[in-house]
């Protein structure tokens, strides 16, 4: 997390340099609308349009895989208690003790093409 905000300091710094370096006026046309600015600052302003919808349209994805983690998480933590008390059983087993039936757990699908990475 430290390396992604250095390196986007890093692109803040240059890009502050750049808007600063080409001062030249320039005019951009877009569906009718003209504005007029300079070029460093105009590219930038089109840079942060473009890291916003990048953003917007990578959210849900993200959203979607976080939950799926949590998801599965919690199903792990599920089997490694099974999984415990079956070795316990196991163990009562061996030893000669009785032991109640344990009922297994209800099964569960992992279907693969809803893991997006």
Known sequence: MQLLT??????????VIFATANTTEV???????????????LLLVALAIGGLIVALVSTPGTLRRQWRI??????????EKTCAAQ??????LERGESVPEITPAAAFDV???????
């Open 111 to 117: 279907n693969a093409s809803r893991l997006m990475f």
């Open 27 to 41: 005019t951009v046309t877009l569906l009718g609308s003209s504005f007029t600015g300079p070029l460093g600052v």
């Open 6 to 15: 250095l390196v986007g300091m890093l692109i803040t710094i240059a890009s």
């Open 70 to 79: 949590k998801h599965l998480d919690k199903r792990v933590a599920e089997l």
């Open 87 to 92: 070795k316990e059983r196991i163990e009562r």
